[in-house]
Nanobody, 115 residues
Framework: QVQLVESGGGLVQTGGSLRLSCAAS????????MAWYRQAPGKERELVAS???????NYADSVKGRCTISRDNAKITVYLQMNNLKPEDSAVYFC?????????WGKGTLVTVSS
């Protein structure tokens, strides 16, 4: 059974940094697209950043220049480096991956940015 497990969330002050990780297990297929989404209380889930299997990236306007998505296909892991964090970045961050044409979601990791 495929699982995505996120880690790296926590409490950080405005201007601080966090690095989120998401490791996939249970699958022998290299993921296609992988991505990070986030959902703040009372808001819809939104795309933060995505990366294709060959490393092409896409970012939400709100995080461009502050976040970097990367992946390690050998470890089947995707990362999100977040810098200069703002209170509006506070949310549950979810990992997403497509493997063998099936979409998977992690359970999320909470990021809280204090002002």
């Amino acid at each position: 059974q495929v699982q995505l497990v996120e880690s790296g969330g926590g409490l950080v002050q405005t201007g601080g940094s966090l690095r989120l990780s998401c490791a996939a297990s249970g699958s022998i297929f290299t993921p296609g697209n992988m991505a990070w989404y986030r959902q703040a209380p009372g808001k819809e889930r939104e795309l933060v950043a995505s990366i294709t299997s060959v490393g092409n990236t896409n970012y939400a306007d709100s995080v461009k220049g502050r976040c970097t998505i990367s992946r390690d296909n050998a470890k089947i892991t995707v990362y999100l480096q977040m810098n200069n964090l703002k209170p509006e970045d506070s949310a549950v961050y979810f990992c997403y991956a497509v493997m063998n044409y099936v979409s998977y979601w992690g359970k999320g990791t909470l990021v809280t940015v204090s002002s």
